[in-house]
């Protein structure tokens, strides 16, 4: 485990010994050893599990609502039953049945109007699929930046230490230098998780958004055949 793996490297500091504590204990006294900096790593934690959670369960009835609407879709387009599909895609509220009822709602305005109404709308539901991922992407640089700066805060505050005394000592520096790690390994504890978070939401997204794009060139050939049909009529 990660947090085991960086507690047993700090153990190795002067003046950092290990208490009788259970792991969950260390851990929470070096949480709370880091000073005023665990506070602005904390929101980042707790904003970054809020939005992790949220975004998992928003993309995952999405994505169900998404993968039903297209396979009824696609049946129905089969059988060129044009009403029964708008009809349904109106009704639904899911990203591809937003799309493809732009589309089908233009089937008889022909082809590029088809083509263009589909673009507009996807536009549209993807800016709001990636509805969060930004906090996601802003919360991973910005948690390993304030570690780093609770390190840069804990070197001086050892140096500061070195100068009031006029030597140097390991008990003079061991807390800046504590302060200093810790500050720059929780920081990137936080950012890790917050980063593969990300990167999951972008891959599911992708996979929503090919289907969606291949639903709706299935319909894009349907209406065209049906167009080419009737005008060889």
Partial sequence: MLAMRLYGVL?????????????????????????????????????????????FIDLTAKAARTKRILKEVDELLTQRRIKEALD???????????????????????????MKAIENQGLLEMSKLEKGLVVLATLTN?????????????????????EAAGEVEATLVAGGIKVALLTTAFGLMIAIPVSIGHNYFVSRIDALVIDMEESAQKMVDVLHAIHSGKAAG
């Fill in 88 to 114: 349904i895609t109106r009704d639904t509220n899911a990203p591809a049945a937003k799309i493809l009822y732009a589309g089908l709602e233009r089937h008889e305005e022909g082809t590029d109007r088809v």
């Fill in 11 to 55: 153990l190795q500091l002067p003046g950092v010994e290990a208490p009788q504590l259970t792991w969950q204990e260390q851990l929470n006294k070096l949480w709370w050893d880091t000073g005023w900096m665990r506070w602005p790593l904390a929101l980042c934690a707790v904003l970054g599990i809020i939005v992790i959670v949220w975004k």
């Fill in 142 to 162: 910005i948690a390993p930046l304030l570690g780093f700066l609770g390190t840069v805060v804990g070197m001086i505050l050892a140096f500061q230490s070195i």
